[in-house]
C-alpha cells in the first residue's frame, strides 16, 4: 500500500493512503509533536471530513490496536501447519506485578513452555525481547504456544 508523505510548510508532515473506498486516511505529524488523525470525505479526498487530536499516549494506544492483531494474524498464518500451537496477545496491565520488572522475572517460558516473541509497546514493536526487557503497564506481549501454556501464562501476568 501507498503512502503519501506531504509536507506541510509551518505545521508539519501529512502522511495518509487511500482505503479501498476511495476515501483517504492519515495522520497530520505537527512541528510540535502533537498528532492529528485525519478522513476524507467521501466525495473529495482531498477535503478533510474528520480530524482528531491524538495525545502522544493516545496514538500509541491507536498504533497497538492496530498493529498488535495484524502482527498475532501474520504469526498464526505462519503457525498454521504447527498443530498445537498458537499465537496470543497477554496483557501488562498499569499496576501489575510485572509493570516495571523483568520479562525474566515472570518466568513464562520456564514455567508455561510459552515464548514471548515480540513486544508491542507505544506502537513500536520489540522482536525478540530478551529476559531483561522490562515490561511496561500497557505493553502488548505477541506470544505463541500452546493453548494450555498460554492459559496459564495469562494467570501468571494476572495473578503472578
Do not use: W
Not at 501529512?14 to 512541528?31: E, P, Q
Not at 502533537?34 to 502522544?56: E, G
Not at 498475532?72 to 496477545?89: N, Y
Amino acid at each position: 500500500m501507498n503512502v503519501d508523505v506531504t509536507p506541510l510548510p509551518g505545521i508539519g508532515v501529512r502522511k495518509d493512503f487511500r482505503l479501498a473506498s476511495g476515501r483517504r486516511i492519515g495522520v497530520i505529524t505537527h512541528r510540535d509533536g502533537h498528532s492529528d488523525l485525519i478522513i476524507s470525505k467521501a466525495t473529495d479526498p482531498d477535503a478533510c471530513a474528520a480530524s482528531l487530536p491524538l495525545t502522544a499516549e493516545e496514538a500509541a494506544t491507536l498504533s497497538n490496536l492496530l498493529g498488535a492483531p495484524q502482527l498475532v494474524a501474520q504469526l498464526q498464518e505462519d503457525h498454521r501447519e504447527l498443530p498445537g500451537i498458537i499465537t496470543r496477545q497477554l496483557h501488562i496491565h498499569d499496576g501489575s506485578r510485572f509493570d516495571g520488572a523483568a520479562l525474566g522475572d515472570t518466568a513464562m517460558r520456564t514455567r508455561t513452555g510459552v515464548s514471548v516473541v515480540a513486544v508491542m509497546r507505544a506502537g513500536q514493536v520489540s522482536p525478540s525481547p530478551a529476559p531483561d526487557y522490562v515490561l511496561t503497564g500497557g505493553d502488548i506481549l505477541v506470544a505463541v504456544g500452546t493453548v494450555e501454556g498460554l492459559d496459564a501464562a495469562t494467570r501468571i501476568l494476572r495473578n503472578g
